[in-house]
């Protein structure tokens, strides 16, 4: 016997968690900047707002895959018009999410790369420079991105019965 797998469900489970990730890097993202204060305050208060941003907007995110889930829009009906809806303005949401992550996240690499890490070591010794974050940050929004796009692509697919 085979098992059919319910691609649907599957794409729709898939962006709920995509959702968590994005959530977690927003906790995690600012962490590894906390030490460039001292070097560069104008770049750690612009770092700072971008962090607040996206963790608001993450949240938001969170609340919409929350509704995706109560509403079961993984085993709902096809031609269910508020399923399509909420799933599509969940991934419209984290389109632009990603897209606006995406177009930050150079600008702050470039700028995170001009600092002197010797102004960082003078207070913080063990201070590693690194811009794994922002390669991080980048791969996440993409994947989302393309999450979102199949989230969309399986919401209005219609699957043939059995």
């Known amino acids: 016997m085979v098992k059919h797998i319910n691609i649907k469900k599957t794409v729709t489970i898939a ?3 995509m959702t968590i990730v994005m959530f977690i890097f927003t906790l995690g993202y600012f962490t590894n900047f906390l030490q460039i204060r001292s070097a560069d305050r104008e770049l750690y208060d612009a770092m700072q707002a971008f962090n ?3 963790f608001k907007a993450s949240l938001a995110l969170i609340v919409g895959a929350g509704t995706m889930f109560a509403f079961d829009t993984q085993h709902s009906d096809h031609l269910c018009w508020v399923s399509k ?3 599509s303005l969940n991934a ?3 389109m632009v999410f990603s897209a606006y992550v995406l177009s930050e996240l150079p600008a702050f690499k470039a700028q995170y790369s001009l600092i002197d890490v010797e102004d960082i070591l003078m ?7 690194s811009t794994f974050t922002f390669e991080v940050g980048t791969t996440l929004a993409v994947a989302f991105i393309v999450s979102s796009l199949l989230l969309i692509g399986v919401s209005f697919f219609k699957s043939k019965k059995a």
């Open 52 to 54: 607040q941003l996206i």
């Open 15 to 17: 962006h709920m968690l």
């Open 123 to 129: 207070y913080f010794p063990n201070y590693k420079m």
């Open 92 to 94: 419209i949401g984290a």
């Open 85 to 87: 809806g909420i799933n």
